[in-house]
């Protein structure tokens, strides 16, 4: 079984500045993965970033990064030059090699991105 | 058109009727997943079925059924509706298994009276 917490309900930054969202999970897994989640207003959910827990190198991808701490089992999503369209709810995630690519979310986090 | 869709977008039903929500993709993805969306509970899982005719209950199973014939089309049924299966309901697909990212559908909306 998984667990993904989300502790930051709600988070805001100013356009242009640098913002850390927090995740920390739990999983027996030997082999698992780890997602970020982007939902707009739209409710699309989008896909911001993924980690596999095997490699000790942090996943980057343009402007969003993570900072994966696989002992302390923390994960948190680093959000550079904010823009405005990165308002939206963000969601941890995780899955692992026998839950058969079932995700575990967590709660979500509102980050709201002010001009 | 490409990829993961779902109808109805928006469904209003009364409380004992039976509503099917449709997923289809066109990736011929393996993996398919139904989650529910509720305040302070982010998405969870309902079912699953990785290929088809094979499916499996996920964390939030009671009150729904799910078929897949075909690899393409993954249904859920609510067999008579309640207040507490309010939600928005999201499909998801993904090409093998957990090592895959799954890509979601723009979800449902549906409101049980």
């Known amino acids: 079984a998984q667990t993904v917490t989300q502790s930051q309900p709600e988070m805001s930054v100013q356009e242009a500045e640098t913002v850390t969202l927090s995740c920390t999970y739990d999983?027996?897994?030997?082999?698992?993965?780890l997602f970020w989640y982007k939902q707009p207003p739209s409710r699309q959910m989008i896909l911001v970033i993924r980690q596999e827990a095997y490699k000790q190198q942090n996943a980057t991808e343009n402007r969003f990064s993570v900072n994966f701490q696989k002992a302390a089992k923390s994960f948190s999503l680093k959000i550079s030059d904010s823009q405005l369209g990165d308002t939206a709810m963000y969601f941890c995630a995780a899955t692992g090699g026998t839950s058969y690519g079932k995700l575990t979310f967590g709660q979500g986090t509102i980050l709201t991105v002010h001009p | 058109d490409a990829g993961i869709t779902q109808s109805p977008r928006y469904k209003i039903t009364e409380t004992g009727r039976q509503v099917t929500l449709m997923c289809h993709q066109t990736w011929s993805h393996s993996y398919m997943f139904w989650y529910r969306q509720d305040l302070g509970h982010g998405l969870r899982l309902i079912y699953y079925?990785?290929?088809?005719?094979?499916?499996d209950k996920g964390e939030v199973p009671d009150g729904y059924v799910v078929s897949r014939s075909k690899t393409e089309n993954f249904p859920l049924t609510l067999e008579s509706a309640t207040r507490s299966q309010t939600s928005v309901y999201f499909c998801?697909?993904?090409?093998?298994?957990?090592?895959?990212?799954?890509?979601f559908g723009p979800g449902t909306r549906l409101l049980v009276l």
């Open positions: 998801a697909s993904s090409e093998f298994g957990f090592q895959e990212t799954q890509y």
């Open positions: 079925s990785a290929a088809a005719d094979i499916t």
């Open positions: 999983t027996s897994e030997s082999n698992y993965y």
